[in-house]
């Protein structure tokens, strides 16, 4: 078989290389006793044994991994998560099929919430679930090669706890989240995991070698890929050590310009992995998890923002409202189109659906006295829109008889970088590289295909940078850069070059992005090789 690629969306950054095994959910068959009375005693004694498994792990481990084993050994002593099980014992169906499908719907319930904590929460019941069943049907708790690739629809925290991870390894997820316990644990231990890789082409013990810093796999790889592979872990390695140890110091380039560095989040469960310390606050939260699954409504929101604010404790927090639309429909609210990043996407979907930006607006303005608030918002193409997403906030604050934060806008729709004079009476700019990049070079973010084609370094990209960091030094705007290029160590000296001096980037970047902002200067390097 020849080499084979695939990328998926980094949830703990790093590189392993190992055999790869593949996680599957086959279970042993359970043997029904035909009493209802005993399947109920079955399934208590099940449960009371599960939880005690749980609570000697727990008991055994510490930090975050303790608080989940507790929550999940809480849940497994409430009498209410068997009621719907042992409903159907009494109704004649035996204890493992009753057990399994009342926690199906469960599992079901929480993977369609709205709320993305409880979403990643979903691999806590189907952990608690798959414990359970095991003891009914005296299966054996399933055991990896230590060092292997793990290729899985889904992990469940115990399961990635009963790994022994110190002989390396890496976690594959088809689907996933970056913001499942899960991946929470596995930035926590520095495993290398990757999300929304899909079902990969390859057998158990094929080699792999998974680039967790650029979101790269690669399956069987011929000796250049290898070679490529061992240049980029070992350069990450030596970043990764400078980088720990200066994590906590003020980003400073080599000739002495502070850059400040702020993180971008989506599910405010993010920040529990932060230490608030190590960065200069939220230049970009983005709102879309919120509308994941449906529209949230104003009280959910407005948690979710303060929570975010309490964390931040007076630094910066930047939200942008919703940008749906695009590569993130939201049911009943985006539409169908042919085109949908040139479509109905961000601000021009929240100004066609004044009923649904109006309760984020209020959200955010009743967030806004718990912190340093910023709204933001994206994919503004002309001052009218902005005028009009101004207009809504005043009324509202109005209404609510609140002040506004300031209001600022992403620049990422070509026509704002290349003419921002409309724009004077912004408060602040943001730099969407992400979008901006492949609106001025046409080649989708999210196109393997044109991938190479999608480079922030391209001489057109970096111009736009400059002249909007020009523009906004100028004008009294404050300006930073969002886009996932502000976190890659090999744009940043471009980016600092370009004249930005505050960058936002995931939190797996901050300590990279930190390192890489050390050794650049403030003098132009121009750009990279195109
Ligand atoms: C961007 O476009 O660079 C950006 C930060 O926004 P998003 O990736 O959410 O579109
Ligand atoms: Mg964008």
Not at 100 to 108: H, N, V
Not at 175 to 184: D, K
Not at 458 to 474: D, G, T
Request: glycine share 10%; proline share 5%; hydrophobic share 45%.
């Amino acid at each position: 078989m020849p080499t084979l690629r695939a990328t998926g969306t980094v949830a703990s950054i790093g590189y392993a290389s190992g055999p790869l095994f593949i996680v599957g959910r086959e279970t042993t068959a359970y043997r029904p006793s035909g009493d209802h009375i005993t399947e109920s005693e079955r399934l208590f004694d099940a449960m009371d044994a599960a939880a005690q498994q749980v609570e000697t792990l727990a008991s055994s481990s510490d930090g975050d991994a303790a608080e989940i084993l507790e929550f999940q050994a809480a849940m497994l002593r409430d009498a209410s998560l068997s009621e719907s099980a042992i409903e159907s014992i009494v109704g004649g169906i035996d204890a493992a099929t009753s057990w399994s499908d009342a926690m199906r719907g469960q599992i079901a319930d929480y993977e369609g919430a709205d709320n993305a904590y409880f979403r990643a929460r979903s691999a806590d019941l189907q952990d608690i679930h798959d414990r359970v069943l095991r003891l009914l049907t005296g299966e054996q708790e399933r055991q990896w090669p230590p060092g292997a690739v793990l290729h899985a629809r889904d992990l469940t925290p115990t399961e990635f706890l009963s790994m022994d991870w110190t002989q390396g390894g890496a976690i594959l997820l088809h689907e996933g989240s970056a913001a499942s316990h899960v991946a929470m644990l596995a930035r926590t231990r520095g495993v290398p995991m990757l999300v929304g890789v899909g079902v990969l082409d390859a057998a158990n013990n094929d080699l792999i070698l998974v680039d967790a810093e650029r979101g790269r796999v690669i399956v069987l790889p011929d000796t250049e890929a290898r070679h490529e592979f061992l240049k980029a872990s070992t350069a990450h390695r030596h970043l990764m050590n400078l980088a720990r140890s200066r994590l906590h110091m003020p980003a400073v380039t080599a000739d002495g310009a502070r850059i400040e560095v702020l993180v971008n989040i989506a599910d405010p469960s993010e920040t529990e992995g932060i230490d608030i310390a190590t960065c200069d606050g939220v230049g970009l939260m983005r709102t879309e998890f919120l509308f994941g699954r449906g529209l949230p409504g104003e009280e959910a929101q407005l948690a979710a923002y303060r929570r975010v604010l309490a964390w931040a404790g007076g630094k910066p927090v930047t939200i942008r409202t919703v940008d749906a639309g695009g590569d993130k429909p939201v049911p009943g609210f985006t539409v169908e189109e042919s085109n949908p990043f040139l479509g109905l996407r961000g601000i021009r979907l929240s100004l066609s659906r004044p009923d649904v930006f109006r309760v984020q607006a209020r959200a955010l303005l009743r967030a806004a006295p718990s912190g340093n608030l910023k709204v933001m918002f994206p994919m503004v193409g002309i001052a009218a829109e902005y005028a009009a997403a101004r207009a809504i906030f005043a009324e509202e604050a109005t209404a609510l008889g609140l002040p506004v934060p300031p209001l600022g806008i992403m620049v990422e729709v070509p026509a704002v970088a290349i003419h921002p004079a409309p724009f004077r009476d912004v408060a602040f700019f943001s730099i969407g590289s992400n979008d901006l990049t492949q609106y001025v070079m046409a080649a989708g973010r999210d196109n393997g295909a044109v991938a190479a084609l999608n480079d922030a370094r391209h001489p057109a990209v970096l111009r736009l940078i400059r002249e909007v960091v020009a523009f906004a030094e100028a004008n009294g705007i404050t300006v930073s850069l969002c886009g996932d290029a502000g976190g890659d160590p090999g744009v940043i000296p471009q980016l600092i070059g370009a004249g930005l001096r505050t960058l936002s980037v995931a939190p797996a970047q901050l300590a990279l992005a930190k390192a890489a902002i050390s050794s650049a200067t403030t003098s132009d390097p121009g750009h990279g090789q195109i």
